[in-house]
């Protein structure tokens, strides 16, 4: 989401809610919207024949070799969408100053911090 907390406190004691654009204009993704779900297709492709695996009874090495290309491709696919979020939106932001940037900088740290915990 690319809202800061609502009544977030600034210094002077008083609350604010800062908005950002996530939800008006195009995101940083649009150019490249359909090699993306193209890839993403193929990811679902993945996980259908992990689940089509186990249900053929596969030696589970085998799984687990799928599992962890599966993983690969949705880690690829996740930075990929960061960099661009980075370059389009959280850029956009800095040139347009303000709190805006603050929000864009902490919201894109907080989703480094999930990418990393995966």
């Known amino acids: ?7 977030a406190a600034t210094p002077s004691g008083d609350t604010q809610e800062i908005v950002t654009d996530h939800d008006r ?11 993306h779900l193209k890839r993403l ?3 679902e492709g993945q996980i259908r024949g992990l689940q089509r695996m186990v249900d053929e009874d596969v030696y589970c090495i085998d799984i687990l070799t799928q ?5 690969k ?3 690829s696919f996740a930075l990929q969408l960061l960099e661009e979020h980075l370059r389009h939106c959280v850029a ?6 303000g709190d805006e ?17 995966t």
């Open 101 to 117: 940037i603050d929000a864009k900088v902490e919201e894109a740290t907080k989703a480094i911090g999930r990418l990393l915990r």
């Open 25 to 35: 204009g195009i995101h940083g993704y649009h150019q490249q919207k359909a090699e």
């Open 73 to 75: 491709a949705l880690q």
């Open 1 to 7: 989401m690319t809202t800061t907390e609502a009544g």
């Open 41 to 43: 297709r193929r990811i």
């Open 67 to 71: 599992v962890s290309a599966s993983t």
């Open 92 to 97: 956009d932001a800095a040139l347009k100053g």
